[in-house]
C-alpha cells in the first residue's frame, strides 16, 4: 500500500490571519477547498496543512481542541537545503511565530524549528543522506 496524499488537519482561532501567515511564508493555497472555515496550505503537490476553526474542527472530533498550552503533534517539513530552512523559520518568526530551539547541525542534517501563531509546532529540516554516518 502507498499513499498518494496526506492532508494534516490543524485547529485554528482565526483562519484569514492563519492564510496571511502562511502565504507570507512563501505558500500557496488551494482556494478550491478553503473557504470561511478551513484554508488548505498547498506545502507541495500532495502535502497539505488543512487549517480548520476550532468549531468546525470540534465536529471531527468528541475530543476537545488543545488549548495552546500542550504538544498534540510536531509537524516536522523536508526543504532542499540549509539556507531553505533558515528562510522559512526567519519568516515565521518575522511573521508572528516563536522560535522554540536553536537551529540542529549534524553536518548529513539541519534543522530549526518554530511555533506557529496558533501554537503548531514544525520542525523544518535538511538532510543529505549520503552524508548520513553509517551505523556499526
Known sequence: MKINQIYVNLPVKDIQKTKEFW????FSIN???SDEKTVCV??????????ITEE???????RPVPKGDTTQVLVAIGLDSRED???VVNAAVENGAT???EP???GWM???SFWDINGHGWNVTFADLSQMPSQH
Not at 23 to 26: A, F, I, P, R
Open 99 to 101: 522560535q522554540y530551539e
Open 23 to 26: 502565504m507570507k511564508l512563501g
Open 110 to 112: 539541519y534543522h530549526n
Open 42 to 51: 498547498i506545502l507541495n503537490e500532495n502535502i497539505f496543512a488543512m487549517f
Open 85 to 87: 530552512v533558515d528562510q
Open 56 to 62: 468546525y474542527f470540534q465536529t471531527f472530533s468528541e
Open 104 to 106: 540542529q547541525d549534524y
Open 31 to 33: 482556494e478550491q477547498i
